[in-house]
């Protein structure tokens, strides 16, 4: 266990440095057009990180090992994802897969 004296200034800092990078992006470049190069990467920030929630959920996720209905479904709305190019029908697709599949297993 982390003791008290610890914890709470890692968690002030790590606060602090959230913020800043926040504000550096919504704070100081609200008002200002940015320049293609870096307007290009930021377009796959939010597709990029979804992936990198799931990913450790899907292969480390279960003390007894890896659950094969989670890979199934992930591979499904991976193949989902890149075939229709939407991210939401994506989620739809992996969750009924594993809901569902999962009801009946």
Known sequence: MISPDIIWPVIFILGIGSFTLRFAFLGLLANRDLPNW???PLRY????????MVAPIVLWGHEDGIDTLQIIAALAA???????RNVLV???????LY??????V
Do not use: D, H
Request: aromatic share 10%; glycine share 12%; hydrophobic share 65%.
């Open 99 to 104: 809901w569902g599949v999962g009801y009946w």
């Open 78 to 84: 991976l193949a989902t994802g890149m075939a229709t």
């Open 45 to 52: 920030t939010a597709v990029s990180i979804l992936p990198a």
């Open 90 to 96: 994506a989620l739809i697709v992996g969750a009924a």
């Open 38 to 40: 870096l307007l290009k």
